[in-house]
């Protein structure tokens, strides 16, 4: 071979490597999640939270669906499928046996749905919401801050991620307040603000002065009539500052990370991920305290921050029930 020919073979490799280096370095992984409610709603904010972390890092492009009614849940599931999403998230709960034959008919696509139901072999990952920790401390809160000994429950629908907040609330309230007693409602929807708060009303105008807010309208109703109320999930004292004692936040991120890390190895399996949302594993929290810190009596704090430092330190553990609560008192 001359030299020239070998200098023309050169220069094209050369070219070539310059052409496909930065196409694979830029290579990012393609994440798709689909939700049955607006991005905004508490529960799916915090996924969508994570997701976009992580796409900040330089790491996942990221898509989503909102508001995707159950009848049309498998047809975009399978459409992300189709498109060459690596990952797919979502939320299964309504459509469990959907959900899973479009996994079986997808078996090199990773799948992390929110579920109540068991991790399906090979590639059917669930994670929950398991906050019980933090919102048994937010029942605490509320069980010393209430001078009627009537506490509100307003919820979406009673499963069992929902339910075993619930009974950890109340069985935080009674811990510092036995004699409390508890209204417990559901509305039957995940996003509808004015039903939510139509039935706090309810529960407020019977005596409640502490509401326990599952579901956004709640906060307002507390808000409009003066009482206390406690979030879930999300922090939003700062829009409530003068009625948001605490909440209980969850952190998607580690559940987030950990499936986007075995996924880019090649070793994402069928697993449950919902210990992830557990405090140790820094997946949830009790809230700061911020405008209420001087307005909680210094015992009741202190009895939080020693029950709270227990739990951390794997010394007491809050009881998973995820049976529906059902209201107690007169």
């Not at 469990?96 to 078996?107: G, H, L, N, T």
Request: glycine content about 6%.
């Amino acid at each position: 071979m001359s030299p020239s020919r070998r200098h023309v073979i050169a220069a094209a490799a050369l070219a070539c490597a310059a052409v496909s280096a930065p196409v694979w370095a830029q290579a990012k992984m393609k994440v798709a999640a689909i939700y049955t409610v607006p991005v905004e709603q508490q529960w799916v904010s915090r996924i969508d939270k994570a997701l976009k972390a992580a796409v900040a890092r330089g790491e996942i492009e990221y898509v989503f669906s909102e508001n995707v009614a159950n009848a049309d849940y498998e047809r975009v599931m399978r459409q992300y499928a189709e498109k060459g999403h690596t990952l797919i998230v979502g939320e299964s709960f309504a459509v469990e046996a959907a959900a899973r034959k479009v996994a079986k008919d997808y078996p090199k696509v990773s799948f992390l749905m929110g579920s109540s139901g068991k991790p399906q072999a090979p590639n059917f990952s669930v994670f929950d919401n398991y906050i019980q920790e933090p919102a048994y401390l937010t029942g605490m809160l509320a069980g010393g801050m209430t001078k009627s000994n009537k506490i509100g429950l307003v919820g979406g629908y009673p499963i069992p991620e929902v339910n075993r907040l619930m009974n950890a609330f109340m069985a935080g309230a009674r811990e510092v307040n036995p004699k409390a007693e508890f209204t417990v409602t559901f509305i039957n929807s995940w996003f509808d603000p004015p039903k939510a708060k139509e039935a706090a009303f309810a529960m407020i105008d019977k005596g409640a002065d502490v509401m326990y807010a599952e579901r956004f309208g709640v906060s307002d109703a507390a808000k409009e009539r003066k009482v206390l109320a406690i979030g879930n999930v999300i922090d939003t004292q700062a829009q409530y500052p003068d009625t948001v004692v605490a909440s209980a936040i969850w952190h998607m991120e580690p559940t987030i990370d950990l499936a986007l890390k075995t996924v880019k190895e090649g070793k994402f399996k069928a697993e449950d991920y919902g210990k992830y949302s557990m405090m140790k594993y820094k997946g949830s929290q009790l809230s700061p305290l911020g405008t209420f810190e001087k307005k909680i009596p210094a015992d009741l704090l202190a009895r939080v921050k020693a029950r709270e430092k227990a739990i951390y330190d794997g010394k007491f553990n809050v009881k998973v029930d995820d049976n529906q609560p059902k209201g107690s008192g007169k």
